[in-house]
């Protein structure tokens, strides 16, 4: 059944946090250092440097220009307010134009029509035009008139008095007119004088009028309704135009050229404002957008990436327990297919490998086995043979030695050579068949070490003994050296004869030569070892005899064996007897100058009891 | 008066020629084929040295050897082993039995000689 993709989605989500949390007992996977934290993490340094970038261009960029549009709207509406109170004042000044350059209002001024200001200044007409307040004087500065529309009375205030007659306001001898703002008392004023002439301008003048226009709050609405702004007069421009809800100022001068009002627009700054809001609205979505595609991508990674990485691992588990199971069926991404592809095939290559290897093995270990039990045979068998062999060898010698007895006591010399040249070979044969004998049981592991405190200077001089007679024999001058001979911890009776068998070969292979038996410590690995040298002048060994020398039954020359006699086995058992001792045996020759056989062994068999040890020292 | 020794050995020519040659070197001589009769002719002959080969059918010398001691109260009488070569295992055996000597076969007659006069011989006696 196929789900709506959100639902699956959902439902995706809800199995696969609960299968990692049942998998690896932690509720989280943001905890340890997963595939989907790692991208996660990439994804959130990379929004948030985004976020950054996008937050320093709208402050660099998009915000100044905000500000600067505000500022120039201002700019605009102040102009244009200050345009306006401009033309206010500009109508006072054209009414007051009007009433000056009139040959009426000329005449009254000369002393005609007394009856001019009464006429003309009546409080409606002066309501009709909007002026508060109109004074005539003559060139003397004599009020001939004054109205003030406040209680429409005739005479002015003293406060319009002040203004009109304000030094700001009295004309110069060149001066025409005059006019501009005024303060008074805490109000504003339009005044306007103008010096009264006669229509074509002829003549001189005739004093002058002083028109006055309160600046009130219908004033300003009227200003505020024409600049489509809220306006606001305040008499000290000094101070600083900090609230909030002015968005501009101008100041004005009055007649005086003094900056004594200002003018503030009031009113928020709107499009500032609506720019940092739209700025900010724009941020929180892109924000909302990042986290939201953040989600997004931590389903879909889910979905796609690791979902399909554990199911491989499940594979791969799945596989190496034996199990049966068939990646291709999961809904995995080709890449992630075709890796598990590649790891069936690498899997199977290694099953067919690891089987041909146990095939290999069992071989191999059955052959052994067959060896081994072959060679346990053997070994058997030589033992048993030897032991057989043995008693009737021993009885042939035994009865071969009382034979040369008799002989001996009847004085047959013949007959006592004769016999022992049977005494000879049975020697011989038995000395065969005890090595052989030894040899096997070296070799089925049966030889025990027999262990005794050694002075191995008397061994080597024992064995010259032993040798001496075979020495003379060869003629060969045999000579013992001991230097500082350790006393050793180990089996005599087999290292004496190891010794022997290299003096006797020493001997054998060498005629009016020199044999030279040399006993000296050494030191090996830290321990204590002694070495026993034997030096002969003899014939040599070829480097190619060499190799097979201490292999059982292999003199160096098959035909050595009926030149020189010997068992062959002489050798082996050497070798064998001194490792089983822990030690070795090596050997140096050249070839017709002569050969060195070298003995070594530890002072001290391996685990020996320090009592032992301490007796031998 | 000559020295008595008691050979036990199995195997017969063995036994023969050695007892023809320590017969003729002066020794009184008495044999047995196997430990049991070894056990039989010491009681009825009290030799004063024992030569006994330790693998022997019917009974072996190790036990014959601790019969023949348990029967006789005389401590002077002396044991000897004749052992198959070179059984290391064996000798200590054979020295913890209470044997007084221990030699390997083949034997070597000078070596035999050589202990039996070590243990019986005029020295032994005037050492005890």
Redesign the interface.
Known sequence: MRLRFVDELFVYTVLSVGRLAVREGELSVFKRDTLLRRLLLSYSALSLFLLGVLVLGLWCLIWPNFTRIEKEESLRRVEAASRIVHAEAARVTELANTYAVWDEAYRYMGGGNPKFPAENFSASALAQIDIDAVVLQNGAGKILFAYDSAGGKTGLTDLERSISTAPGLRLAADEDAKSGLMIGDGQVFFASTRRIVHTDGTGPSNGSIVFLRRIDSDVMARISALANVELKLRLDPAAPARADHIRGSARLEDVFGRPVIRVDILGQKEIADLGAVSLLVFLAFVVLAWCGTGVALALFLGRDVVGPVFALRDHVAARQSGATSHFHKTRSPEEVRALAQTFDATFSQLEAEMARHRDLVNEAQSARAAAETANAAKTRFLANMSHELRTPLSSIKSYAELLRDVAEEDGRTQDVADVGEIITASRHLLGLVNSILDLSKVEAGKMTLDYSSVDLGELARNVATLVTPLAEENADTLIVQVADAPSCVTDEQKLRQCLLNLAANAIKFTSNGEVRISVAPMTRNGADWFCLEVQDTGIGISAEAMQRLFKPFSQADETTTRKFGGTGLGLALTKQLIEAMGGYVEMESVEGAGSTFRLAAPCAPAGAAPALLGEAA | MSIKILLAED?D??RA??K??LE?KGYAVVDAENGAVAVERFKEQAPDIVLLDISMPVMDGLEAQRIMRDASANPAIRYVALT???M??M?AQCEAAGFDAFLT???E?DDLIEVIERLCGANADAAA
Request: no cysteine; aromatic share 6%; proline share 6%.
């Open positions: 195997h020519s063995n020629v050695l023809r040659r003729r198959a070569h070179a290391a295992e000798r076969k083949p034997i007659f």
